[in-house]
């Protein structure tokens, strides 16, 4: 699976509580991505990385934060969790640009 | 809103057919790609196609590509029960950084024995 671990795979969690998603890549890949999976949405990108410190928003940004102080963790932050954010999220790697992208195997979180 | 959109969304075929699902996208690309994804799993990159490309092979799939009618369609030959997947279409965009990659929903294929 390219060297792509996510951690927690499963994770439940009560409203209002922050959550906290790693991703940890070993192939040195500059970009770092994180979509969320909903059933008749495909996947959507909420932040990615294109280096250490160097984060920027997707198409479904608002209520996620997310921290790259190395070049192989990813780190997704919910503040406070809502049941809108009940969904599989999905990390993702690449290396140069418009090359392929390399999927981790995603955490299912969901939020009561 | 969604870049691309698959045609169809489920298709059911017999084991040794062909399978063609088709994509269709908004704005101009610097590429064009196929996922799969099994049951709960993640996504596998299957094959991309850059804009200046028409037609691509790799072992029993065939991907082209037309821009003027920002289309695109996955052929996959002699399909076998482990083909049985989602496949999503993702576009990438021009000036996007890295691979930032914009999926539509996918088709669920199933290839019954």
């Known amino acids: 699976d390219a060297g792509i671990t996510q951690s927690p795979r499963h994770k439940v969690t009560e409203t209002g509580t922050p959550v906290t998603l790693r991703c940890h890549q070993t192939e040195n890949h500059r970009y770092m991505y994180w979509y969320r999976q909903d059933p008749g949405h495909g996947l959507r990108l909420i932040h990615y990385?294109?280096?250490?410190?160097?984060?920027d928003k997707g198409e479904v940004s608002d209520g996620y934060s997310v921290s790259r102080s190395k070049t192989e963790d990813f780190l997704l932050t919910l503040e406070s969790a809502t049941s809108s954010q009940t969904s599989v999220y999905f990390c993702?790697?690449?290396?140069?640009?418009?090359?392929?992208?390399?999927f981790g195997q995603g955490t299912r979180l969901t939020v009561v | 809103s969604q870049q691309g959109e698959e045609d169809p969304q489920a298709l059911s075929i017999q084991e040794g057919e062909n399978a063609t699902m088709n994509c269709s996208y908004k704005t101009s690309i610097n590429n064009l790609q196929w996922y799969r994804q099994n049951s709960g799993r993640g996504l596998v990159h299957l094959i991309l196609i850059r804009s200046n490309e028409r037609e691509k092979h790799s072992g029993r799939l065939r991907v082209t590509l037309d821009t003027s009618k920002k289309s695109s369609s996955l052929l996959i030959t002699a399909s076998r029960a482990a083909d049985t997947a989602s496949y999503f279409c993702?576009?990438?965009?021009?000036?996007?950084?890295?691979?930032?990659?914009?999926f539509g929903e996918g088709t669920q294929l199933t290839v019954n024995p």
């Open positions: 993702a576009t990438g965009l021009p000036g996007a950084s890295g691979s930032r990659l914009t």
């Open positions: 990385s294109y280096g250490v410190k160097d984060t």
């Open positions: 993702a790697i690449s290396g140069p640009p418009n090359t392929e992208a390399f």
